[in-house]
């Protein structure tokens, strides 16, 4: 019968070290507070799953706003949507992403933005469907 952690090596490098890494931490968490080895990998996994589910939240409504992580969220107007209108006024606007020595244009940094928070997507349904692999098999 797989384990967590073989499904999880299984995927390979499709699953980022650090999800992966959660996970097992948490399942042995779990495990070592007495939950059986199958519900306990089953809760990690909802657990980073909903974690990733947060961050990818508050990575879209960043984006979606304009502005970085590091920034509050601006007071809600009704029906403005500062990103794309900002992107459609100055579509070559220069801006400076974190981690990014050079400036891009804006309509590039919000493409950036939603690929990243997609790979995110796919990461965390990559981590759900592992977890399901070891649960299917307990």
Sequence with gaps: MPSLSQCLAKAGDLIP?????????????LEDAGAQSAKA?????????????????EIEAAV??????????PKAEEGADPLTRIAQESPDALVTLPGKPD??????AVELARAEAD??????????????C???FN
């Design 64 to 73: 979606k706003e304009g502005r970085t992580l590091y920034e509050d969220a």
């Design 17 to 29: 070290a650090a999800a992966r890494d959660a996970v097992l931490a948490r399942a042995q968490e």
């Design 119 to 132: 790979e995110e997507r796919f990461m965390a349904e990559l981590v759900r469907v592992a977890g399901e």
């Design 134 to 136: 070891a649960l299917s």
């Design 103 to 108: 400036p891009v244009r804006l309509s590039e």
């Design 41 to 57: 990998a089953k809760q990690a996994v909802q657990e980073v799953l909903d974690s990733q589910a947060a961050s990818r939240a």
